[in-house]
């Protein structure tokens, strides 16, 4: 029998099958072996063991389009992210690292600025503004009002979608708001400005035929992936117009005179924002220890 892992906790992994029923299953031994590990969205071969229980075991594991780093998920599509524009303040940096690692393992983003009744049309803008040249979509909504939804229903059709981002963003709310059966815990922000975690653990939620979403725990950092500082500059598709016509070959944007990039940034051509965030990444990369 055929199904895709929708959730794995403490090694039990619960596969939804084209029949819509959901088989606990235990992974063969065989995997632990060579050191393959399920993740939620595989697609899957399964013995059932017990019909009457839906309980199985998987038997084999079918090629993955993509497997994600973090969050651990296989066979995805596309991501949104989700910042809150307020209520917690948006971490630019933790959200600029996202996108790089999603541009990494090449999944296609869009951004979405929550809670959006809480600022005016001209914040709006500026946030706006600071991503239309990032290569993503940018969306802004406000889930406790419904606003904007319908539009992430569009998003997502016919598409595997990770939701992503810090905890109290709203990622819960509109799993909820998407598919209620799912009843997914959502916590407020914490007296300190940090939303409160409430998902544990990533799991793919069976929105219609071909269509999926996979709710994540909330995050607070997030560690780039092991790459040259060198190529930093390449996940930042801003910078595009400008590579090869500063003075130097590989020039890396940071302190070589004559940069197109850095001219750029003096002209308002590209976020001041995320130009930090991208010396904040280059630097970071720089002190990475190589192993």
Not at 89 to 114: A, G, H, R, S, W
Not at 145 to 152: D, S
Not at 163 to 180: E, F, H, Q, R
Not at 261 to 275: F, M, P, T, W
């Amino acid at each position: 029998m055929q199904g895709r892992i929708i959730k794995g906790i403490a090694g039990f992994y619960y596969v939804h099958t084209q029949t819509d029923a959901v088989y606990e299953c235990k992974a063969k031994g065989v995997f632990r072996n060579k050191k393959i590990k399920p993740l939620v969205g595989d697609y899957v071969i399964l013995e059932v063991l017990d019909e009457e229980k839906k309980k199985g075991n998987i038997t084999d594991i079918q090629p993955r389009s993509n497997e994600l780093i973090r969050p651990a998920a296989s066979n995805v599509d596309q991501a949104i992210i989700i910042f809150a524009v307020k209520n917690p303040e948006p971490n630019f940096n933790l959200l600029d690292k996202f996108l790089l690692m999603m541009d990494y393992q090449n999944v296609p983003t869009t951004i979405c600025f929550n809670k959006s009744d809480l600022i005016d049309g001209e914040e709006q803008k500026r946030l706006s503004q600071m991503y239309e040249k990032s290569g993503c979509k940018v969306l802004f909504t406000s889930f406790y009002n419904a606003v904007g939804i319908e539009q992430v229903h569009k998003i997502l059709e016919h598409k595997t979608t990770i939701l992503a981002g810090p905890s109290g963003v709203g990622k819960s709310t509109l799993t909820n708001a998407i598919l209620p059966e799912a009843k997914m815990e959502t916590g407020g922000v914490s007296k300190i400005g940090r939303g409160r975690h409430t998902t544990r653990h990533s799991e793919i939620f069976h929105v219609a035929d071909d269509t999926y979403i996979c709710d994540t725990p909330g995050f607070t950092s997030l560690n780039i992936p092991q790459m040259e500082k060198e190529d930093v500059r390449l996940y930042f598709p801003e910078f595009e117009p400008y590579e090869g016509k500063c003075r130097f070959n590989g020039c890396v944007h940071i302190s070589e005179p004559d940069c197109k990039v850095k001219e750029a940034l003096e002209q308002g051509k590209i976020s001041q924002r995320r130009y930090e965030s991208y010396q904040e990444i280059f630097q970071e990369c720089k002190e990475q220890k190589k192993y």
